[in-house]
């Protein structure tokens, strides 16, 4: 027997009735951006690799270490599998000149590709749904893109996901605060662990991130950032606070939260929760008003966020909110090989009006298929029995409710009869 050949690690197959729980995630998404005014853009999974090293930055966890890369055998083309969105959204928008008749919303589903070490809530393979807001300048878009985040728990019923932000200012104040930081960290250059001291003047505002407990009261220590900020930055974070307390969203200020990439500006954001053990963090995002361009094109603003899909499921799953899978409303029995025509036909007539119908394939005893038909969870059975196929009958026999009734109806008016069945 050859060798079975499985799934490479850290990328996972969505199997059914799993996979019936993304449909409903990505149809809830869906509604929601229609709602919000967001449209949809596709841009492809593999990108020339300095997109990503430009704009995510050279010192960032993704770019040193977590890039699935190569080198194309054919041309030389450096390309890179996407570890996140933004930077192919907006290369999309500068290459196909989308801002130039004002600000775009738009949003994605699909795939992204990091070398890391899997574990719960963190793949090499795994899905995001991202907003991009193009070219709007004012912190009621942040609040906008934050509160789509809220609207999104409400719909999915998930309540125990908390809001964090912070602002991380302009280019100018952050190398300000970046000074007075590398001060303080020199000043105690024995509690830096090893990638502290590498990242001490490259990007010493990501040590503030770090997980390590022997440097948290270091960091606590730290010069803020916000104490940097000048009057325009600090008007715009109030800007947000203000239409957040107003849309009655809680937020927690978190002057530590900094994020993983380079391109932000301003606005930070994460949406957090306790529920997922070391992988809390369902949502992440802010504004890159550098970004487009830093990418090539003319000037213009943004922001966006990133939700890692397998988290809110993950969430979803201990919430236990999601509906069921969701099963047929019938299930054709055909006893015999000669009623298959008509149970074809019948069962079209039945799907053209709106029913599912799941019929029987494979042959086998009555009692086989009744078997299939009560595991298929339908509501209903229909049975082609040669008794009322020669009357021009075929037999609805209730699978579900003890109440009803075994009734008869005409094959050959299927859509008169046919909403008795979608409903219980
Ligand atoms: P983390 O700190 O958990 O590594 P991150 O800051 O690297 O997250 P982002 O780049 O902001 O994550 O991506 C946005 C969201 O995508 C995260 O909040 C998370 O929900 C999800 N995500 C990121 N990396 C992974 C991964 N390897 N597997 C599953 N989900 C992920
Ligand atoms: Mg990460």
């Given at each position: 027997?050859?060798?079975?050949?499985?799934?490479?690690?850290?990328?996972?197959?969505?199997?059914?009735?799993?996979?019936?729980?993304?449909?409903?995630?990505?149809?809830?998404?869906?509604?929601?951006?229609?709602?919000?005014?967001?449209?949809?853009i596709?841009v492809?999974?593999?990108?020339?690799?300095?997109?990503?090293?430009?704009?995510?930055?050279?010192?960032?966890?993704?770019?040193?270490?977590?890039?699935?890369?190569?080198?194309?055998?054919?041309?030389?083309?450096?390309?890179?599998?996407r570890p996140e969105g933004t930077a192919g959204v907006v290369?999309?928008?500068?290459?196909?000149?989308?801002?130039?008749?004002?600000?775009?919303?738009?949003y994605y589903m699909g795939?992204m590709?990091?070398?890391?070490?899997?574990?719960?809530?963190?793949?090499?393979?795994?899905?995001q749904v991202g907003v991009e807001?193009?070219?709007?300048?004012?912190?009621?878009?942040?609040?906008?893109?934050?509160?789509?985040?809220?609207?999104?728990?409400?719909?999915?019923?998930?309540?125990?996901?908390?809001?964090?932000?912070?602002?991380?200012?302009?280019?100018?104040?952050?190398?300000?605060?970046?000074?007075?930081?590398?001060?303080?960290?020199?000043?105690?250059?024995?509690?830096?662990?090893?990638?502290?001291?590498?990242?001490?003047?490259?990007?010493?505002?990501?040590?503030?991130?770090?997980?390590?407990?022997?440097?948290?009261?270091?960091?606590?220590?730290?010069?803020?950032?916000?104490?940097?900020?000048?009057?325009?930055?600090?008007?715009?974070?109030?800007?947000?606070?203000?239409?957040?307390?107003?849309?009655?969203?809680?937020?927690?200020?978190?002057?530590?939260?900094?994020?993983?990439?380079?391109?932000?500006?301003?606005?930070?954001?994460?949406?957090?929760?306790?529920?997922?053990?070391?992988?809390?963090?369902?949502?992440?995002?802010?504004?890159?008003?550098?970004?487009?361009?830093?990418?090539?094109?003319?000037?213009?603003?943004?922001?966006g966020?990133g939700?890692?899909?397998?988290?809110?499921?993950?969430?979803?799953?201990?919430?236990?909110?999601?509906?069921?899978?969701?099963?047929?409303?019938?299930?054709?029995?055909?006893?015999?090989?000669?009623?298959?025509?008509?149970?074809?036909?019948?069962?079209?007539?039945?799907?053209?009006?709106?029913?599912?119908?799941?019929?029987?394939?494979?042959?086998?005893?009555?009692?086989?298929?009744?078997?299939?038909?009560?595991?298929?969870?339908?509501?209903?059975?229909?049975?082609?029995?040669?008794?009322?196929?020669?009357?021009?009958?075929?037999?609805?026999?209730?699978?579900?409710?003890?109440?009803?009734?075994?009734?008869?109806?005409?094959?050959?008016?299927?859509?008169?009869?046919?909403?008795?069945?979608?409903?219980?």
């Amino acid at each position: 027997m050859p060798e079975k050949i499985q799934a490479v690690k850290g990328m996972n197959d969505i199997l059914p009735p799993d996979s019936a729980r993304w449909e409903w995630f990505e149809e809830t998404v869906r509604a929601l951006m229609r709602r919000y005014g967001y449209q949809n853009i596709r841009v492809p999974i593999v990108e020339p690799t300095p997109l990503f090293v430009r704009s995510l930055g050279e010192v960032t966890d993704i770019v040193e270490k977590e890039m699935y890369s190569w080198t194309d055998a054919m041309n030389g083309d450096a390309l890179t599998l996407r570890p996140e969105g933004t930077a192919g959204v907006v290369r999309a928008a500068v290459e196909h000149s989308m801002l130039y008749d004002g600000g775009k919303r738009l949003y994605y589903m699909g795939p992204m590709f990091r070398h890391e070490r899997p574990q719960r809530g963190r793949y090499r393979q795994f899905h995001q749904v991202g907003v991009e807001a193009l070219g709007y300048a004012g912190p009621d878009v942040d609040a906008e893109v934050i509160l789509m985040c809220r609207s999104l728990w409400r719909d999915l019923g998930l309540n125990d996901v908390r809001l964090e932000l912070n602002c991380l200012g302009q280019a100018a104040e952050r190398r300000a605060h970046r000074e007075a930081l590398v001060a303080h960290f020199e000043a105690h250059r024995e509690v830096l662990d090893a990638e502290a001291q590498r990242r001490l003047h490259s990007n010493p505002l990501r040590i503030l991130d770090t997980k390590n407990p022997a440097m948290q009261a270091l960091v606590e220590a730290a010069p803020r950032l916000m104490d940097y900020l000048g009057d325009a930055s600090l008007k715009h974070f109030e800007g947000l606070c203000g239409a957040l307390e107003a849309a009655g969203q809680p937020f927690r200020v978190n002057h530590r939260l900094v994020r993983g990439m380079d391109y932000y500006s301003l606005t930070v954001f994460e949406w957090t929760t306790d529920r997922l053990g070391a992988q809390g963090t369902v949502c992440g995002g802010g504004r890159y008003d550098g970004l487009i361009e830093l990418v090539g094109g003319k000037p213009a603003p943004g922001i966006g966020w990133g939700l890692g899909i397998e988290r809110v499921l993950d969430l979803l799953q201990q919430s236990g909110t999601a509906p069921p899978p969701p099963v047929p409303d019938a299930y054709a029995v055909v006893p015999d090989e000669a009623a298959l025509p008509v149970a074809v036909q019948v069962s079209e007539a039945l799907r053209t009006a709106g029913v599912a119908v799941l019929m029987h394939a494979g042959g086998g005893s009555m009692k086989s298929q009744f078997k299939r038909a009560d595991a298929s969870g339908a509501r209903w059975a229909l049975v082609f029995g040669a008794n009322e196929l020669a009357q021009g009958l075929v037999a609805v026999k209730p699978l579900r409710d003890a109440t009803a009734s075994q009734v008869t109806r005409p094959l050959a008016e299927a859509a008169a009869w046919a909403a008795e069945l979608l409903h219980r």
